[in-house]
């Protein structure tokens, strides 16, 4: 079955430092992939996606691109803030039993130090 | 634009007790989502809809029902809560399978 496979947390950076959160993932089918973010006591939002294959989602200063061929989705900012600091989730989504459903990784904490 | 609304924001129930999840959105969305969140799980499909009147079951569906009268609004009953239902619990609304997700803010539900 499908599954997303994201770094294990947490990470801790100082401001301004580039961050990179591993994801990867299998799938059937063709998916679209999703990066997430939770801020403390929220819910879930949309932070970038991608629905083919070279496709990069941009949103916030954070980045990732579709690899196809390495199954990936890697998110990546080059100089964090504080307020980034946040979970942050991969997710895929495919088409199985006739309907749509996104599959999430375990998420990754981020913690952003001044 | 309220989004998706879920009451209530917590919760502590007795073993055996029951109660219902409240969700509603705004969006005029066809499909609604149940998820569960455990610390260190990421997010668990518990039921999802894919319009008025239907209905199907995610990856963990034992102990909950779903009922989807509206567009608008996706009530998550549980019976005869266990310990092992203790999580949070987020509703999610779509336009359409594969577009973004929108949730709402949570239940935190606590069973003891």
């Known amino acids: 079955g499908d599954s997303v496979t994201q770094m294990e947390g947490p990470v801790t950076l100082s401001e301004e430092a580039f961050l990179t959160i591993n994801c990867t993932y299998t799938?059937?089918?063709?998916?679209?992939l999703f990066w997430y973010v939770q801020y403390p006591g929220e819910g879930l939002q949309l932070l970038l996606k991608a629905t083919k294959a070279d496709d990069k989602g941009s949103n916030k200063g954070f980045e990732a691109t579709y690899r196809k061929e390495t199954t990936s989705f890697h998110l990546e900012k080059g100089s964090v803030q504080v307020s980034d600091s946040a979970v942050y989730f991969c997710a895929l989504s495919d088409r199985r039993a006739g309907s749509y459903q996104l599959t999430f990784g375990k998420g990754t904490k981020l913690s952003v130090i001044p | 634009n309220a989004g998706v609304t879920q009451t209530p924001k917590f919760r502590i129930l007795k073993i055996g007790q029951s109660m219902t999840l409240q969700c509603t959105q705004d969006m005029n969305h066809n499909y609604m989502y149940w998820y569960r969140q455990d610390p260190g799980m990421g997010l668990k499909l518990i039921y999802y809809?894919?319009?008025?009147?239907?209905?199907d079951k995610g990856e963990v569906p034992n102990g909950y029902n779903v009922s989807r009268s509206t567009t608008e609004d996706f009530p998550l009953r549980l019976e005869l809560a266990a310990p092992s239902q203790t999580s949070v619990y987020f509703c999610a609304s779509s336009y359409g399978g594969s577009q973004p997700q929108h949730f709402g803010d949570g239940t935190r539900l606590s069973i003891l």
């Open positions: 809809s894919v319009g008025a009147g239907i209905t």
């Open positions: 799938a059937t089918g063709y998916p679209s």
